[in-house]
């Protein structure tokens, strides 16, 4: 493994390079999972657990509302150094339209289904997303015309934003 000539396994040439410890792992080198002295991994990259485990990147919900699909794909945070960079729009495969980010936590109703559609389409508008909290899902989400009609009622009565009042878990 770590040597330059054959031999017995515990018996090293003279002249060989031998890399191993007396316990049998590398020097400064620990698990795929564990840092080194240096913060990096046995690959000489910055640790990263996610990395390490061979997970591929975090995948977030798009949607196309026309075609009433939705779709998974990486996502791509903004450029660290350049904070007003433009995103990649993403696009449809299907109509070639522009896809709506819609957060990690959405689970979208079958394409059947058009007053599911209908009612996603009123929150999405509304800029009610679908991200994950420190605690769970995303927090109550109206399912029916009616929920998103009584909420909507309510929302002109008081004057709050139809983007708050959507997410009330009950009208009072």
């Not at 299907?94 to 689970?107: D, E």
């Not at 029916?144 to 929302?155: G, K, N, P, Q, S």
Request: proline fraction near 11%; aromatic fraction near 8%; glycine fraction near 12%.
């Amino acid at each position: 493994m770590g040597r330059t000539g054959g031999g017995e396994p515990g018996e090293a040439k003279a002249g060989a390079k031998v890399d191993e410890v007396a316990g049998g792992a590398k020097a400064d080198e620990g698990e795929p999972g564990e840092a080194n002295r240096w913060g990096e991994n046995r690959w000489g990259r910055p640790w990263n657990a996610a990395y390490d485990r061979g997970m591929p990147p975090s995948k977030t919900s798009y949607v196309c509302l026309p075609c009433r699909a939705s779709y998974k794909q990486p996502y791509e945070p903004a450029v660290p150094h350049k904070p007003h960079a433009p995103r990649r729009e993403r696009v449809c495969p299907r109509c070639a339209g522009a896809l709506i980010h819609v957060g990690s936590a959405f689970a979208a109703p079958p394409r059947r289904d058009r007053a599911a559609w209908r009612t996603l389409s009123v929150l999405l508008n509304a800029g009610v997303r679908f991200h994950k909290s420190c605690c769970g899902g995303p927090g109550y989400r109206p399912r029916t015309l009616f929920e998103v009609r009584e909420r909507m009622t309510y929302a002109e009565r008081t004057g709050m934003p139809y983007a708050q009042a959507l997410i009330l878990p009950e009208v009072p």
